[in-house]
């Protein structure tokens, strides 16, 4: 395969039909764009299949960000799609905003190599992160990253928007560690805000909210006690109905009277009923350890194992 430049786009000759198709731009960072874009759009439909086969139509990224959308991995359905930082990680002052556009009939999953590690900010420059996924018809979304660290005196605020029409599906993972540990830096980080919203068809169903900051009266390392790791997990859509069944009975078994609960591990689950035609389910979860974390984890995703053709976390936890 060979490449050319046409304007500011890399260009590429597919060998097998001659066809110049773009691949991937990088453009200097503007305050009117995002620093990275990825659209996903349907490029045909195997027999019996309940997604077409997703391409990569548009890969757009700029510093500090780079995108890697791989075509030998999953199953061909569902596009895999890792947003990399340059250095390892995120610095205060750091501003990176993204779009990922999942068009109708598709299929993608954003996932990521390692852990997004926040470092500590230097004059109170705070790093901030934003997505904006939107979805379409009959499509879904699979959004599963590794876990974030803040490190101590770390300043991080995310938000994500997530916009669906009613008969899209999204399955939204998002999980904080405690920080490195290892270095006794629990709970160390000068703040966390992480905004979450989800609109169908324009109208807000779900927003959830957190803020975690010391205050005069009590740290957060105090009020998380020996909990290291805290997790969210959104799944919506008509073709996720049956695994929100399943890990609604999965993830809160009844006790038996008497039984003691395992308090390394605290979950909640909620059931999110008929909002603008979708429905789904919202689980929180706290574990002591990421080995823990992950294994209720793992309980979300073996069910979209045949969706995503291979497991994201694979010998990671």
Not at 132 to 148: N, Q, S
Not at 179 to 206: C, H, P
Not at 226 to 255: A, E, W
Request: glycine fraction near 6%; aromatic fraction near 10%.
């Amino acid at each position: 395969m060979t490449g050319s430049v046409v304007g500011d786009q890399l260009v590429t000759n597919d060998s097998k039909n001659d066809q110049k198709k773009p691949v991937a731009v990088m453009f200097p960072p503007s305050s009117q764009e995002p620093t990275a874009r990825v659209v996903l759009q349907e490029q045909g439909r195997r027999k019996g299949e309940e997604f077409g086969l997703s391409e990569a139509v548009t890969i757009k990224y700029s510093y500090p960000m780079k995108i890697l959308v791989p075509e030998h991995i999953g199953n061909g359905t569902c596009r895999w799609i890792f947003p990399v930082t340059f250095g390892g990680g995120l610095v205060g002052g750091d501003k990176v905003s993204m779009e990922i556009d999942i068009q109708d009939g598709c299929c993608g999953l954003l996932t990521s190599q390692e852990a997004t590690k926040v470092y500590h900010c230097e004059d109170v420059k705070e790093t901030t992160q934003s997505f904006k996924y939107t979805v379409g018809k009959e499509a879904l979304l699979c959004v599963l990253p590794d876990y974030i660290v803040c490190y101590k005196d770390a300043a991080y605020k995310q938000t994500q928007e997530i916009q669906l029409c009613n008969t899209a599906n999204v399955v939204y993972l998002d999980w904080l560690t405690a920080g490195r540990i290892a270095r006794n830096e629990e709970w160390q980080f000068s703040r966390y805000f992480n905004r979450t919203e989800i609109k169908v068809d324009g109208a807000l169903i779900f927003k959830d909210q957190v803020l975690m900051q010391d205050s005069p009266y009590i740290t957060v390392h105090q009020s998380m006690k020996n909990y290291k790791v805290t997790c969210t997990c959104v799944l919506l859509g008509n073709k996720l109905q049956d695994i929100c069944t399943h890990l609604q009975k999965t993830l809160t078994p009844k006790k038996k009277f008497g039984e003691q609960y395992n308090s390394d591990s605290v979950c909640c689950v909620s059931p999110i009923t008929n909002r603008c035609g979708v429905s789904g389910l919202y689980i929180r979860f706290m574990t002591t350890n990421t080995t823990a974390a992950y294994a209720v984890i793992s309980d979300i995703v073996r069910p979209l194992l045949p969706i995503l053709g291979a497991d994201p976390f694979h010998n990671k936890y």
